[in-house]
């Protein structure tokens, strides 16, 4: 019943830049984290970064190896997140999944392929 619909991946040279986006519709609560998480061949999926509606109870988060390049975004009335990715290296290329987490939900959408040539 909920939808997750993302957008943005491709190819991109090193250094470049990419901004994915993801749409989640459906009966959504309106405490929730989003954010996005990556799966590159023979690797476990791993966080990105995430974004709470508010930070009462939670916090953004990044995973160390992108701090400093990636910047996470939401519009919470669309429940919309988004993912500016700039100085972008090799080690960047995976499947990158929308996830959404409310009450004990989790939800994935389907992947966008990022990947980062030489």
């Known amino acids: 019943q909920v939808q997750l619909v993302e957008s943005g991946g491709g190819l991109v040279q090193a250094g470049g830049s990419l901004n994915l986006s993801c749409s989640a519709s459906?009966?959504?609560?309106?405490?929730?984290?989003m954010g996005w998480y990556r799966q590159a061949p023979g690797q476990l999926r791993e966080l990105v970064a995430t974004m709470p509606t508010d930070f009462g109870l939670h916090k953004t988060i990044y995973a160390d190896s992108v701090k400093g390049r990636f910047t996470i975004s939401r519009n919470n009335s669309t429940n919309t997140v988004h993912l500016q990715m700039n100085n972008l290296k090799p080690e960047d290329t995976a499947v990158y999944y929308c996830?959404?987490?409310?009450?004990?939900?989790?939800?994935w959408g389907q992947g966008t392929q990022v990947t980062v040539s030489s």
């Open positions: 996830n959404l987490q409310f009450l004990n939900f989790n939800l």
């Open positions: 459906g009966r959504i609560f309106s405490i929730n984290i």
